[in-house]
């Protein structure tokens, strides 16, 4: 029996040439619904164990956290990030939607374009970096095994040698034929490389012990900001961004998370296995990565929080197959995490030109031009202006998505409706005014605290408020943003009572 809300079917108005439906935006049907739990938690088992992720407590660990206070800020901040992720996440297994698709209930069939593509830029520079970090550990593994004969001068405009470029390259296109497989080619990598991963996380704990004396040196570490520390009493002022940093991390797959939750054969399997595969995974890497970070001042006299730099000095054939793991850890991340959502979100601002492999073609190419090398470059960059910087604007966006879904419609949507140009989501022309201006409210004040920390030398004099508020970038904006358009669309709907009843 066709489902009455599927626009696939041939009475839709969607089937008949609508310009806001492709069949890769479709609701799923019975028979593409699939995943099970373990689907879900050995795709996410995929998607934490990367090099990025790596050096999340790395990082922290750098700017004066202990062991323990990296890991802890670490798992707390994916604590926060799965409450959001399971709530929308719940949008994609009961009515088989993308985001792309989802998002035009709240802002309306045209506006719904400006959050998705968003999202879709921020997933093109994740894209980039974790192509650069794949990049790097093939060139690392080359130069090892040609004494360095990659090396040069960087090359002009770009600030990188033409062997890192190449490498860059090669690995962009080794990605290609997953771009041009789908989600299923996926689905199947993350299955069989997840244990690959555990296992080569073992491996570096014990590599780490052996060489650094055991545990007890390495985790007794005392944070800076300790009395007598180097950033003695400022732990509070790192903690906060740094927490948002790690929600911000993840607040781009919080958003698009519809993207693999529209295959989900169940409400069930989606939500344990997304409480499985996120939070637990991502607490023992943090584990592995302080561990081995604290472990490399023992053996290296300082903290090496790059993987791939701390491969690069180890010796024997244990490097290269370091490398070729950490080449595919990193694979199956940026395949997962940052190619399937923005693919969803560019075909949806022109679905009858744009497949989801033009989509992803899209995302591969910007991630180029963003040349994301550059991002990387310290951890300040990394951590405070890149991971908090986007979480000021996806924050909003989730407030909106939640309220809307949960609070407004009960959960309940017309899934013909989001295909139809004239349907109940078109609002104003197609945009929604309460969703535009509760994303406004929730960016707005965010923005010259992103400013001050991502340009100091042009905008030197930002009040300190608006500095201090940055800090809290993803939770001010999801809580400002939500109470606007919540507000205001419970507004709007007394005032259509009124009319009603008069």
């Avoid at 700017?63 to 929308?88: D, H, K, R, Y």
């Avoid at 109470?483 to 008069?502: D, L, P």
Wanted: aromatic share 12%; glycine share 10%; charged share 10%.
């Amino acid at each position: 029996m066709k489902s009455a809300a599927n626009p696939a079917d041939p009475d839709s108005a969607a089937a008949q040439g609508g310009s806001l439906y492709n069949d890769d935006l479709a609701p799923t049907t019975p028979a593409q619904r699939t995943w099970k739990w373990y689907h879900f938690a050995a795709l996410w088992v995929g998607m934490v164990m990367n090099i990025a992720s790596y050096m999340l407590a790395a990082g922290l660990i750098q700017e004066g956290m202990s062991p323990w206070q990296a890991v802890t800020t670490v798992l707390l901040g994916n604590l926060i990030v799965l409450v959001p992720m399971l709530l929308i996440g719940h949008a994609g297994a009961k009515h088989g939607i993308p985001y792309a698709v989802l998002v035009r209930a709240s802002f309306g069939t045209q506006g719904a374009k400006l959050p998705a593509l968003l999202r879709a830029i921020v997933a093109c520079g994740w894209y980039g970096i974790q192509t650069w970090l794949g990049g790097s550990a093939i060139y690392t593994l080359l130069n090892i095994l040609t004494g360095n004969a990659l090396h040069g001068a960087a090359l002009p405009l770009v600030d990188i040698s033409l062997g890192q470029l190449a490498c860059f390259l090669v690995f962009w296109v080794l990605q290609l034929y997953f771009i041009l497989h789908g989600t299923d080619s996926i689905r199947w990598l993350e299955s069989w490389s997840a244990p690959i991963k555990v296992v080569m996380c073992v491996a570096l704990v014990w590599w780490a012990t052996s060489k650094a004396g055991g545990f007890g040196s390495m985790l007794s570490a005392p944070s800076q900001f300790a009395a007598g520390g180097k950033k003695a009493g400022l732990f509070w002022a790192t903690f906060w961004p740094g927490l948002t940093a790690m929600v911000g991390f993840w607040a781009t797959l919080a958003l698009n998370i519809p993207d693999f939750t529209r295959f989900a054969h169940s409400q069930r399997d989606q939500m344990i296995g997304q409480s499985i595969g996120l939070p637990l995974p991502m607490a023992l890497l943090s584990v592995v990565s302080v561990v081995v970070t604290s472990a490399t001042v023992v053996i290296y006299g300082n903290a090496i929080w790059d993987p791939i730099d701390l491969t690069s000095r180890m010796t024997g054939i244990g490097v290269g197959i370091a490398l070729v793991i950490l080449t595919l850890d990193t694979m199956c991340c940026n395949l997962a995490a940052n190619l399937v959502g923005p693919a969803y979100d560019f075909s949806s601002l022109w679905p009858k030109a744009i497949s989801y492999r033009t989509g992803g073609l899209i995302t591969a190419t910007i991630a180029i031009v963003m040349m994301p090398w550059k991002i990387l470059a310290t951890t300040d960059g990394y951590i405070f202006t890149w991971l908090v910087g986007y979480s000021a604007l996806l924050g909003p966006v989730a407030g909106i998505l939640m309220v809307d879904y949960f609070l407004i419609r009960g959960t309940q949507l017309d899934t013909r409706a989001l295909f139809d140009e004239r349907g109940g989501f078109s609002y104003a022309r197609g945009w929604n005014p309460a969703a535009l201006a509760a994303l406004a409210v929730g960016v707005l004040p965010n923005l010259p605290g992103f400013l001050h920390t991502a340009f100091p030398a042009s905008f030197p004099n930002v009040p300190a408020f608006f500095n201090t508020l940055y800090t809290y970038a993803w939770f001010v904006g999801l809580v400002l943003a939500s109470g606007v358009y919540g507000t205001w669309m419970k507004w709007r709907a007394g005032q259509r009572a009124q009319i009603a009843s008069a």
